[in-house]
Structures are given as C-alpha cells and as structure tokens.
C-alpha cells in the first residue's frame, strides 16, 4: 500500500515539478502547482471525510482550449472515468478530451479530493496523455502531462458541478519545443449508482484482481 501511495504522491509532484519549469513565462502553472500541493498535503495530513471514495463516477465536461496564451484557441470537450476505490485518498482516473481543431488526446492518472464542509470539493489531478495536435496547437510532443485543480459544489446525491483548470505540456522532456497550453473547463461527475442505479464494473474483488493486488 506504501509503495502505492508513494506512487501516487510522486506523481503529484512531478506533475508540479514539471510545470513549476514553464512558471517563469506562464503565471497561471504557478497557481496550478500551488493549488495541487496544497490540496494534496491538505487531505493527506487532515484525512477529512470522503463520502465518495467507494463511489463510481461519469464526469462529462465542456469549455476552452488554450485559453491563456490564445494562440489557437478552440472548443474543449472530455469524458472521464473515475473508478470506485481509493488508497491514500488518491483515486485512478482515465479519460478522453478533443477539440473543434480536430485535436484528440487520451490520459490516465490519479486525483485527490479534499471535501470542505459539506458542499465543497476542490481536487487535484495529475495524467500522462497521448495527443495528437490536429488542425491546432502543437505541443511539441506527442506525450505530455495535464495537471490541474477543480472546484466542485457537491449536491446530496454525490453529483457534483465543477469548473476546473489544467496545465498540458512536457515539461521539455522529449524535445526543446514545448509551448504548453492551458485550459478551462465546466463539468458534471455523476455517479454511477445515481445513473445506473449500480457500479458499471460490479463486485468488491474487481478491481484488485484486475489491477494485481
């Protein structure tokens, strides 16, 4: 559990780490780091209630690819996937995002939630992700990191509203071009027990056995 948990924690940071090189020309992936380290070391030293971490989730989201440096900026969508368990309180995601520039990529990662009071949840994510530019920017790379933080207003059912904000880059690690882009979204996670009325992937041995554990 240990070596999991460093695992996930490491990610987190080189997450920030990565981001925290383009800082000195992009303000905005200070704010991203920040936010990220502080959530995470939050949750983990305080180890506030989470109601959701046995819970299944469908998150669905909209709004802005490069919404920062507007050098190519283009309609964002993405679909994730947020399995049912935790460890540590991080939790393994995966997901899907395009564009209206025929941009496509495809990540997975983990997330930490911190609930504040009974309405408010602000997470940090980190993912490594496949993406292919299309007609719009490119990254310099065809894997990067998305790093970011969302704020969350959580309804008694577990759904939860959301607008986030992420970081893709690679941190110069495969090439010296590496622009990075930001991006801005809205979102809705639902449940599966309140879509379905059930877990998509049934059984507490599932994912143990699936994962190796």
């Known amino acids: ?7 996930a924690l490491g990610g987190l940071i080189l997450a920030a780490t990565l981001t925290a090189r383009d800082a000195a020309a992009d303000p905005a992936v200070q704010g991203i780091a920040a936010g990220a380290i502080a959530t995470v070391a939050a949750g983990v030293l305080l180890n506030p209630m989470d109601p959701d971490a046995d819970r299944e989730f469908i998150f669905a989201g909209g709004g802005v ?3 920062v440096d507007d050098e190519d900026q283009a309609a ?3 679909f ?18 395009g564009t209206s520039d025929s941009a496509v990529g495809g990540y997975v990662g983990v997330r930490h939630d911190l609930q504040i009071g009974k309405r408010l949840i602000v997470s940090a994510s980190t993912a490594a992700t496949g993406f292919s530019a299309g007609d719009g920017k490119w990254l310099g790379a065809s894997v990067v990191l998305r790093s970011g933080v969302e704020v969350a207003f959580r309804f008694d059912n577990g759904i939860r509203l959301s607008g986030g904000f992420h ?47």
């Open 1 to 7: 559990m240990y070596r999991r948990f460093l695992a």
């Open 65 to 67: 690819f490069d919404v």
């Open 76 to 78: 964002l969508y993405n």
């Open 80 to 97: 994730e996937y947020w399995a049912p368990f935790t460890f540590f309180r991080f939790r393994p995601f995966g997901g899907i995002l």
């Open 167 to 213: 970081h893709m880059s690679h941190g110069k690690v495969f090439s010296d071009t590496n622009p990075g882009t930001e991006t801005a979204t809205f979102a809705l996670a639902v449940p599966t027990d309140v879509l379905f009325g059930g877990q998509l992937f049934k059984g507490k041995h599932y994912w143990p056995k699936l994962l190796g554990w």
